[in-house]
Protein backbone atom coordinates (compact mmCIF):
# COMPACT_ATOMS: atom_id res chain seq x y z
CA UNK A 1 0.00 0.00 0.00
CA UNK A 2 2.65 1.95 -0.29
CA UNK A 3 1.86 5.27 -1.53
CA UNK A 4 -1.40 5.28 -1.06
CA UNK A 5 -3.51 8.06 0.43
CA UNK A 6 -6.46 7.00 3.29
CA UNK A 7 -9.20 7.57 0.86
CA UNK A 8 -7.61 4.78 -1.42
CA UNK A 9 -6.51 2.36 1.50
CA UNK A 10 -10.67 3.08 2.30
CA UNK A 11 -12.17 1.93 -0.72
CA UNK A 12 -9.97 -1.30 -0.87
CA UNK A 13 -10.93 -1.76 2.61
CA UNK A 14 -10.01 -1.54 6.45
CA UNK A 15 -7.90 1.18 7.84
CA UNK A 16 -6.55 0.87 11.28
CA UNK A 17 -5.40 3.56 13.26
CA UNK A 18 -3.36 4.20 16.86
CA UNK A 19 -4.65 4.56 20.51
CA UNK A 20 -4.59 7.04 22.84
CA UNK A 21 -1.14 8.85 23.58
CA UNK A 22 -2.01 10.98 26.31
CA UNK A 23 -3.51 8.86 28.56
CA UNK A 24 -1.23 5.90 27.94
CA UNK A 25 2.13 8.10 28.49
CA UNK A 26 0.25 9.56 32.11
CA UNK A 27 -0.38 5.61 32.65
CA UNK A 28 3.27 5.21 31.75
CA UNK A 29 4.26 8.15 34.24
CA UNK A 30 5.53 10.52 31.84
CA UNK A 31 2.18 13.13 32.37
CA UNK A 32 0.66 14.36 35.42
CA UNK A 33 -2.84 13.22 35.95
CA UNK A 34 -5.04 16.52 34.74
CA UNK A 35 -2.72 17.39 31.83
CA UNK A 36 -4.59 18.27 28.67
CA UNK A 37 -1.95 18.94 26.93
CA UNK A 38 1.14 17.63 24.72
CA UNK A 39 4.19 18.92 27.03
CA UNK A 40 5.43 15.58 27.15
CA UNK A 41 6.92 16.50 23.55
CA UNK A 42 9.11 19.04 25.50
CA UNK A 43 9.82 17.09 28.57
CA UNK A 44 10.12 13.61 27.54
CA UNK A 45 10.43 13.25 23.80
CA UNK A 46 12.18 9.69 23.51
CA UNK A 47 9.29 8.09 25.20
CA UNK A 48 6.58 9.73 22.97
CA UNK A 49 9.06 8.44 20.04
CA UNK A 50 8.71 4.59 22.17
CA UNK A 51 4.94 4.83 22.24
CA UNK A 52 4.83 5.75 18.26
CA UNK A 53 7.08 2.79 17.75
CA UNK A 54 4.75 0.79 20.14
CA UNK A 55 1.90 1.56 17.62
CA UNK A 56 3.15 0.76 14.53
CA UNK A 57 4.86 -2.13 16.22
CA UNK A 58 1.30 -3.25 17.12
CA UNK A 59 0.01 -2.89 13.34
CA UNK A 60 -1.48 0.69 13.02
CA UNK A 61 -1.35 2.19 9.38
CA UNK A 62 -2.08 6.14 10.62
CA UNK A 63 -0.15 7.22 12.98
CA UNK A 64 -1.22 10.57 14.58
CA UNK A 65 0.68 13.57 15.75
CA UNK A 66 0.68 14.95 19.55
CA UNK A 67 -0.41 17.71 18.69
CA UNK A 68 -3.72 17.08 20.50
CA UNK A 69 -4.56 19.88 22.57
CA UNK A 70 -1.32 21.57 21.16
CA UNK A 71 -2.99 25.21 20.88
CA UNK A 72 -0.89 27.49 22.11
CA UNK A 73 -4.07 28.61 24.64
CA UNK A 74 -4.05 25.23 25.89
CA UNK A 75 -0.42 24.88 26.05
CA UNK A 76 0.13 28.14 27.74
CA UNK A 77 -1.82 26.77 31.12
CA UNK A 78 1.65 24.32 31.10
CA UNK A 79 3.72 27.25 30.78
CA UNK A 80 4.59 26.43 27.31
CA UNK A 81 2.79 28.51 25.23
CA UNK A 82 6.01 30.28 23.88
CA UNK A 83 6.95 27.28 22.66
CA UNK A 84 3.35 26.13 20.95
CA UNK A 85 5.35 26.07 17.35
CA UNK A 86 8.28 23.61 18.52
CA UNK A 87 6.44 21.55 20.26
CA UNK A 88 3.50 21.08 17.36
CA UNK A 89 6.37 20.87 14.87
CA UNK A 90 8.61 18.29 17.26
CA UNK A 91 5.05 15.79 17.13
CA UNK A 92 4.79 15.62 13.73
CA UNK A 93 8.48 14.93 12.56
CA UNK A 94 8.34 12.46 15.22
CA UNK A 95 5.49 10.75 13.91
CA UNK A 96 6.70 11.60 10.30
CA UNK A 97 10.17 9.78 11.25
CA UNK A 98 8.13 6.35 13.04
CA UNK A 99 5.93 6.13 10.35
CA UNK A 100 8.24 5.76 7.42
CA UNK A 101 6.96 4.91 3.93
CA UNK A 102 3.72 2.69 4.41
CA UNK A 103 2.32 4.06 7.53
CA UNK A 104 0.34 7.12 7.21
CA UNK A 105 0.26 9.81 9.05
CA UNK A 106 -2.63 12.20 10.34
CA UNK A 107 -2.00 15.72 11.60
CA UNK A 108 -3.91 16.22 14.62
CA UNK A 109 -6.14 19.10 15.60
CA UNK A 110 -9.18 19.28 18.13
CA UNK A 111 -11.25 21.57 20.70
CA UNK A 112 -9.18 24.05 21.50
CA UNK A 113 -11.63 25.56 23.83
CA UNK A 114 -12.43 22.56 25.85
CA UNK A 115 -10.22 23.06 29.04
CA UNK A 116 -12.91 26.14 29.21
CA UNK A 117 -16.21 24.38 28.89
CA UNK A 118 -17.59 27.58 27.72
CA UNK A 119 -18.17 26.88 23.76
CA UNK A 120 -21.86 28.65 22.69
CA UNK A 121 -22.68 27.98 19.42
CA UNK A 122 -24.82 31.16 19.63
CA UNK A 123 -21.67 33.49 20.59
CA UNK A 124 -19.74 34.31 17.68
CA UNK A 125 -17.03 35.31 19.52
CA UNK A 126 -16.61 31.96 20.87
CA UNK A 127 -16.67 30.56 17.06
CA UNK A 128 -13.99 33.49 16.25
CA UNK A 129 -12.21 32.68 18.89
CA UNK A 130 -11.58 28.95 17.98
CA UNK A 131 -11.27 29.99 14.41
CA UNK A 132 -8.07 32.07 15.98
CA UNK A 133 -6.33 29.40 17.95
CA UNK A 134 -6.55 26.58 15.43
CA UNK A 135 -5.47 28.95 12.06
CA UNK A 136 -1.87 29.62 14.20
CA UNK A 137 -1.50 26.09 15.04
CA UNK A 138 -3.15 24.66 11.20
CA UNK A 139 0.10 25.56 9.34
CA UNK A 140 2.48 24.40 11.89
CA UNK A 141 1.25 20.69 10.98
CA UNK A 142 0.70 21.45 7.30
CA UNK A 143 4.73 22.33 7.33
CA UNK A 144 5.82 18.52 8.60
CA UNK A 145 4.55 16.55 5.74
CA UNK A 146 1.73 14.55 7.04
CA UNK A 147 -0.80 12.81 4.86
CA UNK A 148 -4.62 14.14 5.95
CA UNK A 149 -6.09 16.01 8.84
CA UNK A 150 -7.96 14.90 11.61
CA UNK A 151 -10.17 17.12 13.68
CA UNK A 152 -11.35 15.22 16.51
CA UNK A 153 -13.23 15.10 20.02
CA UNK A 154 -15.45 18.19 19.62
CA UNK A 155 -18.54 17.62 22.02
CA UNK A 156 -20.15 20.73 19.78
CA UNK A 157 -20.87 19.97 15.93
CA UNK A 158 -20.97 23.78 15.67
CA UNK A 159 -17.08 23.81 16.80
CA UNK A 160 -16.08 20.86 14.77
CA UNK A 161 -17.94 22.90 12.01
CA UNK A 162 -15.79 26.01 12.38
CA UNK A 163 -12.87 23.83 12.43
CA UNK A 164 -13.78 22.38 9.05
CA UNK A 165 -14.40 25.58 7.66
CA UNK A 166 -10.78 26.39 9.00
CA UNK A 167 -9.13 23.90 7.52
CA UNK A 168 -11.10 23.05 4.22
CA UNK A 169 -8.85 25.42 1.63
CA UNK A 170 -5.39 22.97 2.39
CA UNK A 171 -6.05 20.34 0.08
CA UNK A 172 -6.10 17.17 2.97
CA UNK A 173 -7.99 14.74 3.06
CA UNK A 174 -10.44 15.22 6.02
CA UNK A 175 -11.57 13.42 8.85
CA UNK A 176 -13.70 14.79 11.39
CA UNK A 177 -15.06 13.26 14.73
CA UNK A 178 -17.00 14.02 16.79
CA UNK A 179 -17.75 13.39 20.95
CA UNK A 180 -20.91 12.53 22.57
CA UNK A 181 -20.84 14.54 25.49
CA UNK A 182 -24.65 15.19 25.86
CA UNK A 183 -27.46 13.28 27.40
CA UNK A 184 -28.78 9.87 25.69
CA UNK A 185 -25.41 9.60 23.22
CA UNK A 186 -25.59 12.92 21.63
CA UNK A 187 -23.34 16.20 20.70
CA UNK A 188 -23.96 19.24 23.61
CA UNK A 189 -26.34 20.19 20.54
CA UNK A 190 -28.52 17.43 21.14
CA UNK A 191 -27.76 16.02 18.48
CA UNK A 192 -27.49 12.29 16.65
CA UNK A 193 -24.77 10.84 15.07
CA UNK A 194 -26.24 10.33 11.72
CA UNK A 195 -27.40 14.28 11.71
CA UNK A 196 -23.37 14.90 12.95
CA UNK A 197 -22.36 12.88 10.06
CA UNK A 198 -24.22 14.34 7.12
CA UNK A 199 -23.53 18.00 8.30
CA UNK A 200 -19.94 16.91 8.62
CA UNK A 201 -20.34 15.72 4.78
CA UNK A 202 -22.21 18.59 3.46
CA UNK A 203 -19.42 20.89 5.05
CA UNK A 204 -16.40 19.03 3.24
CA UNK A 205 -15.51 16.13 5.12
CA UNK A 206 -14.08 13.12 3.80
CA UNK A 207 -14.81 10.78 6.24
CA UNK A 208 -16.81 11.16 9.43
CA UNK A 209 -16.85 9.55 12.90
CA UNK A 210 -16.73 9.63 16.69
CA UNK A 211 -13.87 9.38 19.29
CA UNK A 212 -13.17 9.17 22.69
CA UNK A 213 -15.51 9.16 25.94
CA UNK A 214 -17.34 5.84 25.02
CA UNK A 215 -16.71 1.96 25.43
CA UNK A 216 -16.54 0.13 22.18
CA UNK A 217 -20.29 -1.32 22.51
CA UNK A 218 -22.05 2.66 22.86
CA UNK A 219 -19.68 4.33 20.37
CA UNK A 220 -19.63 1.53 17.57
CA UNK A 221 -24.09 1.87 17.42
CA UNK A 222 -23.46 5.79 16.74
CA UNK A 223 -20.91 4.73 14.62
CA UNK A 224 -23.22 2.65 12.71
CA UNK A 225 -25.95 5.32 12.64
CA UNK A 226 -23.34 7.38 10.83
CA UNK A 227 -22.70 4.80 8.25
CA UNK A 228 -26.06 4.29 7.68
CA UNK A 229 -26.81 8.36 6.97
CA UNK A 230 -24.19 9.02 4.46
CA UNK A 231 -21.70 7.20 2.09
CA UNK A 232 -18.55 8.64 3.08
CA UNK A 233 -16.18 6.40 5.27
CA UNK A 234 -17.21 6.36 8.88
CA UNK A 235 -14.26 6.48 11.47
CA UNK A 236 -14.60 4.96 15.04
CA UNK A 237 -12.19 5.52 18.17
CA UNK A 238 -13.59 4.39 21.55
CA UNK A 239 -12.24 4.71 24.41
CA UNK A 240 -10.50 1.84 27.07
CA UNK A 241 -10.62 3.94 30.34
CA UNK A 242 -11.52 7.05 32.07
CA UNK A 243 -11.57 8.08 35.48
CA UNK A 244 -14.86 9.44 35.87
CA UNK A 245 -16.59 6.22 34.79
CA UNK A 246 -18.90 5.53 36.97
CA UNK A 247 -17.87 1.50 36.03
CA UNK A 248 -14.20 2.25 36.18
CA UNK A 249 -12.50 -1.14 35.25
CA UNK A 250 -10.35 -0.79 31.84
CA UNK A 251 -12.12 -2.52 28.64
CA UNK A 252 -9.15 -5.13 27.62
CA UNK A 253 -7.68 -5.48 24.95
CA UNK A 254 -9.90 -8.66 23.20
CA UNK A 255 -12.94 -6.32 23.52
CA UNK A 256 -11.74 -3.87 21.07
CA UNK A 257 -10.82 -7.19 18.97
CA UNK A 258 -14.51 -8.33 19.54
CA UNK A 259 -15.40 -4.71 18.54
CA UNK A 260 -13.08 -4.48 15.17
CA UNK A 261 -15.52 -7.53 14.27
CA UNK A 262 -18.35 -5.96 14.56
CA UNK A 263 -17.63 -2.94 13.01
CA UNK A 264 -16.00 -4.52 10.12
CA UNK A 265 -19.35 -6.41 9.51
CA UNK A 266 -20.65 -3.06 9.77
CA UNK A 267 -18.90 -1.58 7.31
CA UNK A 268 -17.04 1.14 9.95
CA UNK A 269 -13.86 1.17 8.11
CA UNK A 270 -11.17 3.44 9.93
CA UNK A 271 -10.99 1.92 13.56
CA UNK A 272 -8.69 3.06 16.00
CA UNK A 273 -9.17 3.57 19.81
CA UNK A 274 -8.42 6.38 22.69
CA UNK A 275 -7.63 7.22 26.12
CA UNK A 276 -7.10 3.99 28.01
CA UNK A 277 -6.03 1.81 24.90
CA UNK A 278 -2.71 1.18 24.03
CA UNK A 279 -0.64 -0.82 22.23
CA UNK A 280 -2.33 -3.94 23.31
CA UNK A 281 -5.61 -3.24 22.38
CA UNK A 282 -4.21 -1.64 19.27
CA UNK A 283 -2.16 -5.47 18.90
CA UNK A 284 -5.99 -7.22 19.73
CA UNK A 285 -7.25 -5.11 16.68
CA UNK A 286 -4.50 -5.85 14.35
CA UNK A 287 -4.82 -9.38 14.54
CA UNK A 288 -8.79 -9.66 14.87
CA UNK A 289 -8.81 -7.44 10.99
CA UNK A 290 -6.27 -10.16 9.96
CA UNK A 291 -3.51 -7.11 9.56
CA UNK A 292 -1.71 -9.22 11.53
CA UNK A 293 -0.84 -13.06 12.61
Same mark, same amino acid.
Given at each position: ?90 ? /? ?5 ? @? &?? *? %?????? $??? !??? #? ?79 ? /? ?5 ? @? &?? *? %?????? $??? !??? #? ?74
Amino acid at each position: MAGEGLLERLREGFVLGDGGYLMELRLRGFIQAGSMTPEVIATHPEEVRKLTQAFKDAGAEVLQTLTFFGTSNMLKQAGLGDRAEEINRTA /CRIAREV @A &GE *D %VLVAGN $LNS !PSI #MYEDYDPSDSTKQARTRAWLDEQLPWILDEDVDFLVLETFSWLDEALVALDVVKDTGMTLVATVSMEGEGGTTLEGLSGAE /CARRLVD @A &GA *D %VVGVNC $LQR !PGE #MLSCAVDMRRAVDAPVCCQPSAWHSWWSDSTPVPPERFAGFAKEAMAADVRYLGCCCGAGPGHVRAMAEAMGKVA
